[in-house]
């Protein structure tokens, strides 16, 4: 069996769906980070064990879980609130935890990108990659960006292809742009603090590629109109319609954010001595 991990702050409207998912599970864990709406309530009504800790980073959140919660089983799911586990999602899951040989530490997963109940495969460049299916004791996480990365792991990463549902504009477009804008802010500290090494761009694992290639390329003038034609023309994302022009514009705004943040904190930095030098020479 599998032992599920939900984050929630606030997830009232999206968290009755997740839960519904999960009616195969006998040990689902809520770890909420402040609620001030029914989300506490609707987990206990569906018999999920309730945790709280203060929200830092979904690195960290996520260590919290493994270093303090009490799991009944030796495999753990990592889901979001606005996060559905299909049918066939579920039936790969559970294969793959039953005949996973002793060295797997656990799984990469993706999910269908959902809006206006349409799935945005193309412009979400599907299938993206999370480590999301763990081994108890045998993976941690990292910050990177806004979200996470995987971390001493022991053992190798295998892939589950069959994806999940992830209804990431549940909220409406007001909450998605506000939570991205906080978003951006993480994303362009990491970008140059934490950029990956060039030649990851190049790697064949995309957990390691994707990230070096937003960290090289969105130093381009261009990388927000380069990422929107990207996603709507090159990858076709204008046959899925209206919901794919808004979502691949939003995305493309996204990444202007994250560029000119990125912009302000290299502007930030405190000039090298030898520009002063070179300054007063000018001057003189």
Not at 26 to 51: P, Q, Y
């Amino acid at each position: 069996m599998i032992s599920v991990v939900i984050l929630t702050k606030n997830e009232e409207k999206d968290l009755p769906l997740c839960l519904a998912s999960l009616r195969w599970a006998n040990d689902v864990h809520i770890l909420d980070s402040g609620s001030t709406d029914r989300t506490i309530e609707i987990g206990a009504a569906h018999c999920a064990k309730i945790w709280h800790n203060d929200f830092e980073s979904f690195g960290r959140q996520r260590n919290y879980a493994l270093d303090h919660i009490h799991f009944r089983y030796d495999w753990i799911l990592f889901l979001d609130a606005d996060e559905i586990v299909t049918d066939d999602f579920l039936v790969e899951m559970r294969l793959a935890t039953l005949t996973a040989s002793k060295d797997v530490a656990g799984f990469y997963c993706c999910w269908k990108m959902m809006y206006e109940n349409r799935w945005l495969k193309n412009c979400d460049n599907f299938p993206k990659w999370q480590f999301r299916l763990m081994r108890k004791d045998r993976a941690r996480f990292k910050d990177f960006g806004h979200g996470q990365k995987e971390d001493q792991v022991i053992g190798k990463i295998e892939y589950l292809k069959e994806p999940y549902l992830h209804y990431g504009f549940s909220k409406g477009w007001s909450h998605w742009i506000n939570r991205h804008n906080r978003y951006s802010d993480e994303e362009a500290f990491s970008r140059i603090n934490a950029c990956p090494p060039f030649k990851h761009m190049f790697s064949n694992h995309a957990s390691e590629r994707n990230p070096a290639l937003k960290s090289w390329l969105s130093r381009l003038h261009l990388w927000p109109v380069i990422r929107f034609t990207q996603a709507y023309l090159l990858n076709l994302g204008f046959l899925e319609g209206r919901p794919g022009l808004i979502y691949c514009v939003n995305i493309a705004y996204y990444e202007f954010l994250v560029q000119i943040k990125m912009r302000e904190l290299r502007n930030k930095k405190p000039p090298h001595p030898e520009e002063f030098k070179m300054a007063d020479a000018m001057i003189f």
